[in-house]
């Protein structure tokens, strides 16, 4: 598992497929890529890549050995949604006890528009499927991950599994340059 795309849908972080190719990229230690990056990049050895569901760059597909797909059920978002909303009237009533607000550390939630795109996403997946069982990806091991919690254990477990060791001392791996 050297070159890695990640496919999901936009969303905020924890959702959100780019935020999850970064994270997994710090972890391996490999590169960060984008559609926009040149050809010798493409050619290191460990190199991660995120693409929005629907939307294959051929380059990142046809090196990839890995395909992570962030198949998250509707249900993960309405819950982000939910805690979104609890974390709004909790504001509210601490708005009444307190007159100042600064201090507090705001966390990105779904939003209802994300709750309404995984349900649209959710249609897609019949054709996503069949996209990779298509034989021109039969190369790479698909990897599907159905919840946030499930995806934030896989990505845990990654350095060990993947055979890559940062150097002691290694700070953050390179990033793309367009």
């Known amino acids: 598992m050297r070159r890695i795309v990640v496919v999901g849908q936009p969303a905020p972080p924890p959702l959100c497929f780019h935020e999850f190719a970064r994270s997994l990229a710090l972890r391996l230690g490999a590169h960060q890529v984008t559609r926009e990056t ?9 190199w991660v890549g995120s693409e929005r569901v629907g939307v294959f760059t051929e380059s990142l597909f046809r090196q990839a050995d890995t395909i992570v797909w962030l198949h998250f059920s509707p249900l993960a978002f309405l ?3 939910s805690a979104r909303t609890a974390d709004a ?3 509210i009533v601490a ?3 307190r007159t100042s607000t600064s201090g507090q550390v705001r966390v990105l939630r779904a939003s209802w528009n994300d709750v309404k795109r995984s349900y649209d996403h959710l249609m897609i997946a019949p054709q996503m499927y069949a996209l990779m069982g298509h034989p ?3 190369h790479a091991r698909v990897i599907e991950l159905r919840s946030p919690r499930q995806a934030a254990f896989w990505l845990m ?3 060990r599994r993947s055979g890559v ?3 002691p ?5 390179p990033q793309a340059a367009n």
């Open 157 to 159: 477990t990654q350095r």
């Open 169 to 173: 001392g290694a700070g953050s791996p």
């Open 136 to 138: 021109a990806l039969a």
């Open 89 to 91: 009237l909790r504001g």
């Open 165 to 167: 060791s940062l150097r």
């Open 79 to 81: 819950r982000d949604w």
């Open 38 to 46: 040149s050809a010798t990049l493409m050619q290191a050895e460990a």
């Open 95 to 97: 708005g009444f006890r």
